[in-house]
C-alpha cells in the first residue's frame, strides 16, 4: 500500500465507513466464509472438505479424512511384521507375503501331512528336507507299499500312463484365477484291451482343499472292450507324483491309492458308462501344494502323473 493511499484512507475515517466486501461460502460446503479473493486459496491449501489424492492407491479423499485413510490404505507400504528385509509391502499384501514367501514366517515341514511335527523359518526349512533325507524318505515310503507291491507285474505289463504336464506354471495360475480349474489328461487304456480312463486335476485345488492340496480324479470313457469287462470297475487306482531327482535312487515319488467302493450309489461313477464318460471319483486332498514346490516334484516347470490301475484280479484279454 502506497503513502498515498494510506493518508487517503485516514483522511476517510471518521466520516465514511467503509463497506465491508461482499463475502461468499466455501463452493465445497465446509462452512467457511470469505472475501471472494480468497477463495482459490481456501479451495486449493485450507478447506478441510478439499480432495487430495493418495498417492499409494490413487484414491480421492477429503483432506480431513487423508491421515484416517493412509492408516487403513491398502496399498500404504508397512514393514514385514516378521521383521524380514522387506520393509515396503502394500498392507493388503502383508498377508499373503508371510502365507507364500516372507523367509521369517514359521512354517510347518511340508511332510507334516505324512508325519514330520517340525517347524522352523521358511529361510531354514529346504536344509531341513535335505538335513533329514532318510526319515522324510520313510515318511513317503509307507503311503507307497502298494507300488512296491505291483512293481513286478508293471514290469511285465507296463505302466498304463505317464502324464507328462508341460507348462506347469501357467496352468497354475490359470487354476488359481479361476481361468480353467480342471485340465485332463488324454485316455487311455488299463491294459491292451482294458478299461478306458482318464485322469484330471486340479492344481490348485478343488472345493475345500482350494489353496492347499492338488486335487486329482479318475473317470472311466466309454470304450472298445467294455462289453468283455466286468462291471462295476473295482479296481484300485494309484496316482504317483513323480520326483524328477536326477538320480532315481534318491528319488522321492509321493503316491495315492485310491479303492473304489462298488456300492449301489456309486454306480455312476463305477459302472459300464452309458454316455461319453462316467463321472469322476478321486480326493481333493492329494499332494500338498506346498510339498509341490519341494524336491524335483516339478523340472522345467513341468510336472509327471504316473497313473497305476491295480491288476489284482484283473482279468487280461
Ligand atoms: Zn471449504
Ligand atoms: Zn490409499
Ligand atoms: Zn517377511
Ligand atoms: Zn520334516
Ligand atoms: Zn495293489
Redesign the pocket.
Known amino acids: 500500500m502506497s503513502l498515498r493511499s494510506v493518508e487517503c484512507q485516514l483522511r476517510h475515517m471518521g466520516t465514511t465507513r467503509p463497506t465491508p466486501p461482499p463475502s461468499v461460502e ?1 463452493p ?5 466464509k470469505f472475501e471472494k479473493r480468497f477463495l482459490e486459496g ?2 486449493t491449501e ?5 480432495m487430495v489424492q493418495c498417492e499409494f492407491c490413487d484414491t480421492c479423499v477429503f483432506y480431513k479424512d487423508e491421515i484416517a485413510h493412509m492408516n487403513a490404505c491398502k496399498r500404504f507400504p508397512v514393514p514385514c511384521p516378521n521383521g524380514c528385509k522387506l520393509t515396503d509391502i502394500p498392507r493388503g499384501e502383508v498377508k499373503e507375503h508371510i502365507e507364500n514367501d516372507c523367509p521369517k514366517a514359521k512354517i510347518p515341514c511340508p511332510f507334516s501331512v505324512m508325519g514330520c511335527d517340525y517347524k522352523c523359518e521358511r529361510q531354514r526349512m529346504q536344509k531341513h528336507i535335505s538335513d533329514e533325507p532318510t526319515e522324510h524318505l520313510s515318511l513317503v515310503d509307507s503311503l507307497s507299499v502298494c507300488v512296491q507291491k505291483v512293481h513286478d507285474l508293471e514290469k511285465l505289463y507296463g505302466s498304463q500312463l505317464v502324464w507328462k504336464i508341460d507348462k506347469y506354471s501357467e496352468r497354475f495360475q490359470e487354476a488359481k484365477t479361476g481361468k480353467k480349474i480342471t485340465i485332463f489328461s488324454p485316455p487311455f487304456l488299463t491294459s491292451r484291451h482294458g478299461y478306458k480312463m482318464a485322469v484330471s486335476l486340479c492344481l490348485n485345488g478343488d472345493g475345500k482343499a482350494k489353496g492347499h492340496f492338488v486335487s486329482v480324479f479318475i473317470c472311466i470313457c466309454r470304450g472298445e472292450y467294455d462289453a468283455l469287462l466286468p462291471w462295476p470297475f473295482s479296481h484300485r487306482c494309484t496316482f504317483t507324483l513323480i520326483d524328477q531327482c536326477q538320480d532315481p535312487s534318491a528319488r522321492r515319488n509321493i503316491s495315492y491309492t485310491i479303492k473304489p467302493n462298488a456300492c449301489k450309489d456309486n454306480k455312476p461313477f463305477l459302472g459300464r458308462p452309458v454316455g461319453e464318460r462316467n463321472a469322476s471319483f478321486g480326493t481333493q486332498k492329494s499332494v500338498p501344494l506346498n510339498v509341490m514346490k519341494t524336491l524335483d516334484y516339478i523340472r522345467d516347470d513341468t510336472m509327471f502323473l504316473k497313473v497305476h490301475v491295480d491288476y489284482d484280479n484283473m482279468i487280461l484279454l
Open positions: 466455501c465445497n460446503e465446509c462452512g467457511a481456501h479451495v485450507d478447506c478441510t472438505k478439499r
